[in-house]
Every structure is written in C-alpha cells, then in structure tokens.
C-alpha cells in the first residue's frame, strides 16, 4: 500500500512538472508550435533538436523521457507483484497517455499557410510550411532566385529550420523539406 502511494505521488508531481512546462512553452512559442514540437519529441523523428541556450525545450523533453520511464516502471512493477493498487495505477496512467495523445491528435495541424498579421492595401506577413501537400511543392530543392518570389509580389524574410534560423536569405539558399518560410506580400497569392 506504502509503494502505491509512493508511485501516485510520482506521477503527480509529473503530470505537474509537465503541465508548466507545457504551459511556458505554449506562452514563449504559442500552441501550434508546441503541438508540433511534441509530435516530433514524442515520436522522435527528425528535428528533434533544439537550439542552444533553449532549456525550456530541454526540460520538457527530460520531463518526457522521465515519464516514459515512470510508465515503464509502473508497468513492471504491476507484472512483478499484480494487486489492485498497481492495476489502478497503471490503469490511471494509461487513460492520462490517451487523452494526451488524444487531445494532441484533435489539434489542427498547422495549415501551409498561416497568416501572421495583416496590414493595409492587401499585404500580409504569412508563414509557409514547405512539408505540405500543395502548390509550394515545387519549392523544395529549389533556390529562391530560381523561384523569382518577388515577380509575385512575394519577399521572403527568413527561412526557420530546426536549431537554425536564416535571416533575409540570399538568393543562392536552397529551400528543403520541413523548412517554413516568413514572407510578406500580397493576400491573393497565397
């Protein structure tokens, strides 16, 4: 009875340390941005990398790992010596997983081309993501004085990649898979 209790408290203080967290990420780098940076730290693909001085992501990322871990123990422990306490436990952990992943899951993806702020005369500052299904496809693997943007009254003001930013790409940058772009320019070309 002492060990279940011990576990319960365990997980409670990390469903707490993942909650702030979640929620200081969802304030530095807003929700559509923290969704996708947990899809990649969850499932571990690429991109999973963060820049230096960003503790923020490193500690959720630890947070995460140490959960894992905790579920792992929790599991075992159940297998070991099952009693009702460890079931119950185990079974509380598993419907928190759930919705988690649930919850993440109903989230929308984030569109191909989301307007950031809007300004007079039909202008706009968008972010374009270049992982998307659509008419940037030809985008990738391209450079952007080959896609001559500015004919289409398009500037491109940064490329944002994982653990690196450019500002104001110069004409010989080649444009790759899961790069997101800032541009400003007309609503209609979007």
């Known amino acids: 009875m002492r060990e279940f209790f011990i576990l319960l408290l ?10 702030a967290l979640y ?18 730290l969850f499932l571990g693909g690429k991109g999973c990398c963060w820049e230096e001085g960003n503790y923020s ?19 075992l422990r159940f ?4 009693d009702y306490y460890g079931l119950l436990l ?17 989230l929308p993806a984030p569109a191909a081309w989301e307007r950031i702020y809007s300004l007079p005369e039909g202008y706009a500052v968008f972010l374009a993501t270049l992982n998307r299904p659509g ?3 030809d985008w990738i693997g391209a450079t952007l004085s080959q896609l001559d943007l500015r004919k ?25 898979a899961g790069d997101r772009l800032l541009i400003f320019g007309r609503k209609n070309n979007n």
């Open 10 to 19: 365990a997980v409670l203080l990390w469903s707490l340390a993942f909650l």
């Open 23 to 40: 929620r200081r990420q969802v304030r530095k780098a807003g929700p559509r941005e923290t969704v996708s940076l947990l899809r990649r």
């Open 57 to 75: 992501v490193l500690l959720l990322y630890l947070v995460l790992k140490a959960g894992g871990l905790l579920l792992f123990a929790c599991t």
């Open 79 to 82: 297998f070991l010596v099952p």
């Open 90 to 106: 185990l079974l509380f952990m598993a419907g928190g997983v759930f919705f988690g992943w649930w919850h993440l899951s109903r």
């Open 135 to 137: 008419t940037e496809e």
């Open 152 to 176: 289409k009254n398009l500037l491109v003001l940064a490329i944002l990649r994982p653990g690196r930013m450019i500002v104001f790409p110069k004409g010989q940058e080649v444009l790759a």
